[in-house]
């Protein structure tokens, strides 16, 4: 059944994620954006440590032991009649696949560079499955409350290493650290100030500045210069190239001051796309209007322990959602009780009853669903399954515990039909001994620790030496079996064919001396 009120609702939504290295200071500007969305009345209450306190699900503990964030929550917050999903991306050094698996859920996304560092690695990374997904790009430079790196040359490195052209919206006045105000792009250059709250725990309050009472300040000056420069080089923002990741609208400001940030926010509204159909795994995209129906894209088991539950994580797609609404789930054909649904903001669970594409709605009880299912209503529809990405440390495991070895495979199968880790098999190595491997080596412990918890079957990892991996196909398998120190394996998950490599200059001498096989990069279940 078509509803015609879907379309503008999805038109109202924003749903992204922010992206960056540790530190950079993503969780103070999530807390800034919420802030200005008035979803939260002070800075420290979403990520804050205080919240951290009395939660007592396993991953908690990890969280806490490790002082990692494990969980990932999607905050939504209204801003200019705006629904803004803001999907949160695990962000500690070893991250996971669930950090990449989360941009398939998003329809844009916000690269978060600190001023000082400029481009670092996991933003990198970041970014490249971002530019292949073809999720267009806000950045934001933060930190400019502090001494940094020059504007312009930021900008230059952005364009030179990501290959993507920076079209600023806000030009700072004055050198990191010497922040005197902002200058808007898109409002005629109105020049704007603020007024600094304690540690940025409110709003910072905004006055516009009079260009006239400015025009001896050497900040000012440099400013105009610099906006002069831009201008000449067509430095202007056009929403055909930033749909289409060939340019990235630029944001200044200080996440931790609550300066810049309205202006962001008024860009997530204005300039980034609204959710749109999605393409199923038959070709044609689902209509916006068609019936309900999502993706699952992570799923969280034992988030509190009290209850023992699995969360999935469902991205609505088309339609819209009633809770309590019967669904089905495409991978099994069999009906999927919605009754509890929940949308996730810090770690406070609020109940959710109906959401719209770009929505995102937390299921609980979901000990059916896996990552990457489908679920609707009226017309079947399946989705295409979530990519798997390039592993980066693999590892044999084996049951500690021999008497246990039931237990241990039947956590195998379930930990990879989840996507907790890939897993991986050659004839050399024969089925007993499975490879596992993961992005990120946080997978491995969170693998070895529900195989002891949940199944009772405690395993061992024996780290093996290899640092990347390409997909491959048939006929290249006879030639890298042969190259030294190379090994290929059958991913279980989609039948992939992974060449693995001990060294970035191993791969080259190998694809230096076979021009002609293949080695994709991004190991695309496609
Ligand atoms: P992350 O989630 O990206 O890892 O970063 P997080 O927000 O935790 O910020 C990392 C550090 O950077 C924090 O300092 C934070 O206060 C600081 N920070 C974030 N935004 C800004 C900013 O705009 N300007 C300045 N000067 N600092 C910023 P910390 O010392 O690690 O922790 P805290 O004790 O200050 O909380």
Redesign the pocket.
């Known amino acids: 059944m078509s509803d015609p009120d879907v379309a503008v609702q999805a038109r109202r939504r924003r749903t992204f994620a922010v992206i ?12 800034a954006l919420a802030l200005h969305a008035d979803a939260i009345t002070q800075a420290g209450a979403v ?1 804050g ?1 205080a919240s951290r306190r009395g939660v007592t699900s396993d991953w908690m503990e990890m969280e806490r032991e490790r002082g990692i ?1 494990v969980t990932s929550a999607a905050l939504r917050f209204t801003y200019r009649d705006t629904i803004l999903n803001l999907v949160d991306t695990p ?1 500690h050094a070893d991250f996971s696949e669930d950090t990449y698996r989360v941009l398939t859920a998003v329809d844009c996304a916000v690269m ?1 560079l ?1 001023a000082a560092k400029g481009l670092e690695p996991q933003t990198l990374r970041l970014f490249e499955v971002c530019r292949h997904r073809g999720i267009p790009i806000l950045t934001f430079i ?5 001494p940094g790196q020059d504007a312009l040359g930021l900008l230059d490195a952005v364009e030179e290493r990501l290959g993507i052209r920076p079209t600023p919206v806000t030009w700072p006045v004055g050198i990191a650290g010497a922040l005197e105000g902002l200058v808007d792009r898109r409002r005629d250059d109105e020049v704007v100030g603020f007024e600094r709250s304690a540690g ?1 725990a409110t709003v910072a309050a905004e006055s516009v500045l009079d260009p006239a009472a400015l025009s001896g300040d050497a900040a000012y000056t440099t400013a105009v210069e610099e906006l002069d420069l831009l201008s000449s080089i067509g430095a202007e923002h056009h929403p055909d190239d930033f749909l289409a990741g060939k340019a990235t609208p630029v944001y200044f ?5 609550n ?1 810049g940030v309205r202006h962001l926010l008024d860009g997530i509204v204005d300039l980034a796309p609204s959710p749109g159909p999605r393409p199923t795994a038959g070709g044609a995209p689902r209509p916006l209007e068609a019936d309900f129906s999502g993706v699952v894209f992570k799923v969280q088991a034992n988030m509190d322990r009290a209850h023992r539950d699995r969360i999935a994580f469902v991205r609505v797609c088309s339609g819209r959602f009633d809770r309590g609404m019967q669904v089905v789930h495409a991978t099994t054909g069999r009906p999927f009780s919605t009754k509890y649904a929940s949308s996730l903001f810090g770690q406070e669970r609020s109940t959710l009853d109906i959401a719209y594409p770009g929505d995102v709605v937390g299921l609980v009880n979901a000990s059916a669903l896996r990552v990457g299912d489908t679920l609707y209503t009226g017309r079947a529809v399946a989705f295409p399954p979530l990519p798997a990405f390039a592993p980066e440390h693999f590892a044999v495991l084996r049951p500690k515990d021999l008497s246990r070895v039931k237990q241990f495979r039947r956590g195998v199968v379930q930990l990879d039909e989840e996507g907790v880790v890939q897993v991986l098999v050659s004839d050399r190595r024969g089925e007993q001994a499975p490879v596992l491997a993961a992005v990120g080596p946080m997978q491995f412990d969170v693998a070895l620790h529900r195989l002891a918890q949940e199944f009772g079957a405690p395993g061992v990892l024996d780290p093996l030496p290899y640092q990347l991996a390409r997909r491959t196909d048939a006929a290249a398998v006879g030639v890298l079996e042969r190259a030294p120190g190379v090994e290929v394996f059958t991913r279980t998950r989609d039948g992939a064919l992974l060449a693995v490599f001990p060294s970035p200059w191993r791969l080259s001498s190998v694809t230096r001396d076979h021009p002609d096989i293949r080695l994709d990069d991004i190991l695309d279940s496609s």
Do not use: C
């Not at 960056?20 to 807390?31: F, I, N, Q, R, V």
């Not at 933060?142 to 502090?146: G, H, M, V």
């Not at 400001?253 to 001051?257: N, P, R, T």
């Open positions: 960056s290295h540790p530190d950079a200071g993503k969780s103070t500007l999530t807390e990520h440590k964030s962000g978060l600190d933060n930190k400019w409350d502090r940025g400001g200080s996440a931790v001051s300066i």
